[in-house]
């Protein structure tokens, strides 16, 4: 058994990605991908995640600009993990409620380690980037999230108020240095 990584998307984990996808829609996240389709042209899937121009069929506003995105995912042996998300550089929507970062464990691998593991080992890779210090955007209630980030050194700046458009999120700066 080989030791957890993180790895560009790649069509080796076709199988388990989509079963984790699964797990996604049950949760109600990622509806947006379409399993079928994803199914029939996985090849394409990830060709259009390795242009780092953002995830592919995410529906966006017409007024996001969208920002560039190096996509990774944490893979141990023939099954996928989780994934996170580097923004190369912040809007002012991201810099409110979305961050340079995001990351996700699928649901079956969540309680394991694989949060502070995953965040831990991107790292150097957001470091690489250019981001000296990256902002993470933490639902209030996800205590789980919020714990991967305090242990993984993050500070916490404040929490923004809700709007009509946008729930409240707690600003967190993770140094990456």
């Known amino acids: 058994m080989s030791a957890s990584k993180l790895i560009r998307p790649c069509v080796d984990y076709k199988d388990s990605y989509i079963e984790a996808l699964r797990e996604y829609h049950q949760e109600e996240r ?3 991908q379409d399993i079928g389709v994803l199914d029939r042209d996985f090849d394409g899937f990830v060709k259009d995640l390795a242009c780092e121009k953002g995830y592919p069929h995410q529906p966006y506003q017409d007024w996001v600009e969208p920002m560039p995105e190096t996509i990774v995912w944490m893979v141990k042996d023939d099954t996928y993990i ?5 923004r190369h550089r ?3 929507h991201l810099e409110k409620w979305g961050g340079h970062v995001h990351f996700i464990v699928r649901p079956t691998m969540r309680g394991k380690g694989y949060g502070r593991k995953i965040l831990h080992k991107a790292m150097p890779i957001i470091n690489y980037i250019g981001i000296d210090n990256a ?3 933490i639902c209030p209630n996800n205590q789980w999230a919020i714990n991967i980030a305090e ?11 809700a709007t009509d458009k946008f729930p409240a999120v707690k600003r ?3 140094n990456c240095t």
């Open 30 to 32: 990622y509806l947006y």
């Open 82 to 86: 989780g994934t996170v998300n580097i």
């Open 90 to 92: 912040l809007n002012w």
């Open 135 to 137: 902002l993470l955007t």
């Open 151 to 161: 242990q993984c050194g993050a500070v916490f700046e404040d929490e923004t108020q």
């Open 172 to 174: 967190y700066w993770l």
